[in-house]
């Protein structure tokens, strides 16, 4: 059986961007995200209580970190934001390359995906000799498009963020997620599961659900005439 876990630490906005000051600042990375800074993250959370089903003698952080081959664990900055730059020129970003999304919503690699699909798309409907003009103009249809479901993917990840994290705050919302009606939850379901962008250039997946997919302009897209 494999096991995958991960501790986040939530550390505050302004102390996150003294961080990056001093970061920039430093030369040497690897004593904030190297071994020793990975040890001594260990060593922080080791007492941590863990589920574990043994009453007698509960599990604990530290029994997962030494079942754990050292190399296997790592620390990583968790960022949230959405950039406002995607694309220059012949130059465009994916992924959390241009949005950076909580992992407590686990929905950053569908949305990097769901960017290289529609990406794929607009570029798929380039003229087959595209001017600078045309390469920017269909980048900003890809982003045009993609934006405003990375930012309710944005939004829904904080909303799980928060209620992941602890506080009166954290225990409110898990009271009520707890306790949502059947039809707010389908609610949020049908809003996030329209989303399913396909490959205009491939055979199209046939539509069996039972929320109907969402608008996908790129879809539609096509090579201008006579190209
Ligand atoms: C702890 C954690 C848990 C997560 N859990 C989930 C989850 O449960 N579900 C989910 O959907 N998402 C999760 N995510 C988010 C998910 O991992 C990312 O959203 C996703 O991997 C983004 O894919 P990407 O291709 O954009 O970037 P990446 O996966 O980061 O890929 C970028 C690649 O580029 C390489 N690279 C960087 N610089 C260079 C360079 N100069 N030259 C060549 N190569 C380079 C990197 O090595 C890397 O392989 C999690 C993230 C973290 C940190």
Request: aromatic share 8%; glycine share 6%; with cysteine.
């Amino acid at each position: 059986m494999l096991v995958c876990w991960s501790c986040i630490k939530f550390i505050q906005e302004s102390k996150s961007s003294l961080d990056r000051e001093e970061k920039s600042a430093s030369s040497s990375v690897d004593q904030e995200w190297g071994p020793e800074a990975v040890e001594a993250m260990c060593n922080e959370i080791r007492a941590f209580p863990v589920m574990s089903g043994n009453v007698e003698s509960p599990w604990t952080m530290g029994d997962l970190i030494d079942h754990t081959p050292k190399d296997l664990i790592s620390k990583v900055k968790l960022e949230e934001i959405i950039f406002d730059t995607w694309f220059g020129g012949r130059t465009v970003l994916i992924g959390d390359a241009c949005h950076k999304l909580n992992p407590a919503g686990g929905v950053g690699c569908q949305n990097a995906m769901h960017d290289a699909i529609v990406l794929a798309n607009w570029i798929n409907a380039l003229p087959s000799d595209p001017t600078t003009k045309d390469i920017e103009s269909a980048f900003k249809s890809y982003k045009d498009e993609r934006l405003p479901w990375v930012r309710f993917a944005f939004n829904s990840t904080r909303f799980y963020r928060t209620m992941a994290s602890s506080g009166i705050m954290a225990r409110v919302m898990r009271f009520c997620g707890k306790h949502m009606p059947e039809w707010a939850k389908r609610k949020m379901l049908v809003a996030l599961g329209g989303n399913r962008p396909q490959c205009s250039f491939l055979p199209l997946v046939e539509d069996k659900g039972s929320v109907p997919p969402a608008f996908q302009p790129s879809l539609l897209a096509t090579k201008p005439a006579n190209m």
